[in-house]
């Protein structure tokens, strides 16, 4: 089965400064990996996502991230992050089994951004 | 140029009543999906559809019903409504075309407070 694992629930970063964002996988194979965002009262937004190729993808709002299989780990990155990225930041597993996508969000991890 | 669209926004309902939230997309996905959103869990999956009269339980799918005669269209009914429902809920969508799994296109939300 696959699960995705967030391991901070909330992190502080002070505007201006580098942010990562942790996520940890568990899938069998190749797996299809994304990055959503929610702002306070709003749905999810795709920030980016990884299929195959190259490992380090780049996203809207300048974010980026980097697959590494050894690690089973895709986490999110910023170089200099703006007040306006505080929200809620969620990693999903994705598959594709008899044609039905099964997407598996993890728990969340909320940004607060002080100045 | 909707996207895709949920209502009502807000709903408050008293225990044992039935309550259907509706859900609505323009871009003729496929895929659609429920989900519910509750502190400490994410998203979880309640229900989802690969296409017109095609649907299948998710995760957490008791106590609710779902149908999509058409689409564009995918209501979630709760039948008789528990305090145990009271959440966030979404509606999301995917296009599924290409194999493997795509990126969710998310509604607003339907906040749904039960009584």
């Known amino acids: 089965a696959q699960s995705v694992t967030q391991p901070d629930i909330h992190i502080t970063v002070s505007e201006g400064a580098s942010l990562e964002l942790r996520c940890n996988y568990s899938?069998?194979?190749?797996?299809?990996l994304f990055w959503y965002v929610q702002s306070p009262g709003q749905g999810l937004q795709l920030l980016l996502k990884?299929?195959?190729?190259?490992?380090l993808v780049q996203g809207i709002k300048g974010f980026e991230a980097e697959f590494k299989r050894s690690q089973s780990s895709f986490n999110l990155r910023k170089p200099s992050v703006h007040w306006s990225d505080a929200a809620e930041y969620f990693c999903?597993?994705?598959?594709?089994?008899?044609?039905?996508?099964?997407?598996?969000f993890g728990i969340g991890t909320k940004l607060q951004v002080i100045p | 140029d909707a996207g895709i669209t949920q209502s009502p926004r807000y709903k408050i309902t008293e225990t044992g009543r039935q309550v259907t939230l509706m859900c609505h997309q323009t871009?003729?996905?496929?895929?659609m999906f429920w989900y519910r959103q509750d502190l400490g869990h994410g998203l979880r999956l309640i229900y989802y559809?690969?296409?017109?009269?095609?649907?299948d339980k998710g995760e957490v799918p008791d106590g609710y019903v779902v149908s999509r005669s058409k689409t564009e269209n995918f209501p979630l009914t709760l039948e008789s409504a528990t305090r145990s429902q009271t959440s966030v809920y979404f509606c999301?969508?995917?296009?599924?075309?290409?194999?493997?799994?795509?990126?969710?296109?998310f509604g607003p939300g339907t906040r749904l407070t039960v009584t």
């Open positions: 871009w003729s996905h496929s895929y």
């Open positions: 559809s690969a296409a017109a009269d095609i649907t």
């Open positions: 999301a969508s995917s296009g599924g075309l290409k194999g493997g799994a795509q990126e969710q296109y």
């Open positions: 999903a597993v994705g598959s594709s089994s008899g044609g039905y996508q099964k997407v598996t």
């Open positions: 899938y069998g194979a190749t797996p299809y």
């Open positions: 990884y299929f195959s190729g190259d490992t």
